[in-house]
């Protein structure tokens, strides 16, 4: 762990999610799931901040930040 820097993580833009799932499908960590209004959801604590769902998204509504 490193002192005063903030973990990267992905950040999901709800106006543009679809819920198509890709980015669950494509998360290594299983850290992505889609909310009951088909909105995906990150699990900070478990997001690796590899980029993968960001690569994935069709709809550009993944970015880490």
Do not use: F, Q
């Not at 960590?29 to 997001?47: F, G, P, R």
């Amino acid at each position: 762990v490193r002192i005063g820097v903030k973990k990267m993580v992905a950040k999901v833009n709800a106006d543009s999610c679809t819920g198509c799932g890709t980015c669950v499908d494509e998360c290594p960590a299983a850290a992505i799931s889609l909310s009951d209004d088909d909105i995906a959801v990150v699990d900070e604590n478990e997001c690796l901040d590899c980029g993968a769902c960001e690569d994935a998204c069709p709809n550009n509504a993944i970015t880490i930040e």
